[in-house]
């Protein structure tokens, strides 16, 4: 049972416009999300993250918005840039844990 | 060297061989993990040190042995691994302020990977 999902696997955009990446949950205990960003051949890069006291979170382009309600995180890029190009990641935690749940990821595709 | 490093980035091994994967984080973090990420499958975790003591193993198999001499390093063993143990494993390290007297934890970072491939 895959608790964090991220649905669209892919994504393009064009640069300058507005990048959305969404991220749906279900575990009603989660209280922390995160955000990671992925370039082949390097680890996963720390971008934004929210804890569940808020609804949203920004830093400079991007910025993460939470739903409780809905059990939905989404990511917003704004404007896109070609750099942005990579695997975005979804995680979840909640207190009392070590583990973050991961989700598949979102291949974002730029396009100059 | 800066943020988390992991040696090999590379590793094509034998179902009978023995090898070692190392990490080595200079954030000044207390807690260490290892992950897993299979093709088109979510990063899986793997095993967690806090303060050289672990704190979780995320029912993995005998044939991975982790090891965490201090807080700054942490090996995990390969032996008799499986074609389908071929993966990128991943290291990451974060502050564990619960276990330091704090309220929480904090970000884990993570370190570029090893990818294994068992034949």
């Known amino acids: 049972d895959q608790q964090v999902k991220q649905n669209s696997p892919s994504l393009s955009v064009q640069e300058g416009r507005i990048s959305i990446l969404n991220c749906d949950y279900t575990n009603s205990m989660f209280d922390y999300f995160l955000w990671y960003k992925k370039y082949p051949a390097e680890g996963p890069t720390f971008l934004i993250s929210?804890?569940?006291?808020?609804d949203k979170n920004e830093d400079g382009r991007f910025t993460v918005f939470l739903n409780k309600s809905a059990k939905h995180l989404s990511l917003h890029i704004v404007p896109s840039q070609p750099g942005d190009s990579a695997v975005y990641f979804c995680a979840a935690s909640y207190s009392g844990t070590y583990k973050y749940i991961f989700g598949t990821g979102t291949r974002l595709k730029v396009l100059a | 060297e800066t943020g988390v490093t992991q040696t090999p980035r590379h590793l094509v091994m034998g179902m009978t061989n023995k090898k070692s994967l190392k990490c080595e984080q200079h954030l000044g973090h207390n807690a260490m993990y290892w992950y897993k990420q299979s093709a088109k499958k979510p990063l899986e975790l793997m095993f967690v040190?806090?303060?050289?003591?672990?704190?979780e193993n995320n029912s993995v198999p005998s044939r991975f042995s982790p090891e965490c001499p201090n807080s700054s390093h942490l090996f995990l063993h390969l032996h008799t691994l499986q074609p389908e143990d071929s993966a990128l494993y991943l290291c990451?390290?974060?502050?564990?302020?619960?276990?330091?007297?704090?309220?929480?934890?904090?970000?884990?970072?993570f370190g570029p990977g090893t990818r294994l491939l068992v034949l």
């Open positions: 040190y806090s303060l050289e003591e672990r704190v």
């Open positions: 990451a390290s974060s502050q564990d302020r619960a276990r330091g007297g704090g309220r929480g934890r904090e970000t884990q970072y």
């Open positions: 929210i804890s569940s006291i808020k």
